[in-house]
């Protein structure tokens, strides 16, 4: 499974968009191996420029299985945090909830360092674009 983060989707939404990135999100979700979570799933909303717009993409993630940010997930973004930040790493906290929720569940897809710096630390499986 790969759970796609906003900053690939954003471009493989984008018309002229990176046709490698195009490919491979497309490959991913062709294969049926594409999942999201909520905040991807209101990082890229944010950004609809219609309400049309809107509602496609929501029905589109909505429609892909979710995973959860359960407790597991927040203790685990929080020790995180600590652990990165004990070692002079500053990382978002939306990245690190992100992280969390795909780590051991499925690979994240992105093009964000700072997600990057978290795998370094903790051995999460990553992909960057």
């Known amino acids: ?6 900053s690939v989707w954003i ?31 209101v990082e890229v909303l944010r950004g609809a420029k219609r309400e049309k717009d ?4 929501d029905e589109a993630l909505r429609a892909l299985p979710q995973l959860p940010l359960d407790d597991r997930v927040i203790e685990q973004a929080a020790r995180w945090g600590f652990v990165l930040g004990s070692k ?19 690979v994240l897809v992105h093009r964000d360092g700072d997600f990057r710096r978290i795998a370094e630390v903790v051995g999460m499986k990553e992909e960057m674009m």
């Open 11 to 41: 471009e493989y939404l984008r018309p002229n968009g990176a046709a490698g990135i195009r490919e491979r999100v497309r490959g991913i979700i062709e294969r049926e191996e594409a999942v999201c979570c909520g905040i991807v799933l």
């Open 88 to 106: 002079g790493v500053t990382v978002s906290t939306t990245d690190l909830l992100i992280a969390s929720a795909a780590h051991g569940r499925a």
């Open 1 to 6: 499974m790969y759970l796609l983060d906003s």
């Open 54 to 57: 809107y509602s496609a993409l």
